[in-house]
Nanobody
Framework: QVQLAESGGGLAQSGGSLRLSCAAS????????MVWYRQAPGKERELVAT???????NYADSVKGRFAISRDNPKKTAYLQMSSLKPEDTATYYC???????????????WGQGTLVTVSS
């Protein structure tokens, strides 16, 4: 029905920037909530940033002021702009979408496959 495809991960130097993309495809009636998570090796998955349909954004304290979530609804894509990267930002970043599928009335949840971000010191 719906797939989320992430891209933009890779290697960055401390203080550098990366922009992650999460492209949704399929029979999508509407994107409700778009969320970015991350999981570092050996650690629990943590919430990074959220953005709902009305545009309300929330960030984890650890990334506040450095990361910015955005979305382009016509393109069905969410973004995570990451600046002033730190080695502790190294993790696999996952996109999560709460989405209404065309022809349905329910909000369903989908996950991307994850994209690895490595920040060198």
């Amino acid at each position: 029905q719906v797939q989320l495809a992430e891209s933009g991960g890779g290697l960055a130097q401390s203080g550098g920037s990366l922009r992650l993309s999460c492209a949704a495809s399929g029979r999508i009636q509407g994107l409700i909530d778009m969320v970015w998570y991350r999981q570092a090796p050996g650690k629990e998955r943590e919430l990074v940033a959220t953005m709902n349909l009305s545009g309300t954004k929330n960030y984890a304290d650890s990334v506040k002021g450095r990361f910015a979530i955005s979305r382009d609804n016509p393109k069905k894509t969410a973004y995570l702009q990451m600046s002033s990267l730190k080695p502790e930002d190294t993790a696999t970043y996952y996109c999560n979408g709460r989405i209404i599928v065309s022809g349905d009335v329910r909000v369903r949840e989908f996950w991307g496959q994850g994209t690895l971000v490595t920040v060198s010191s």
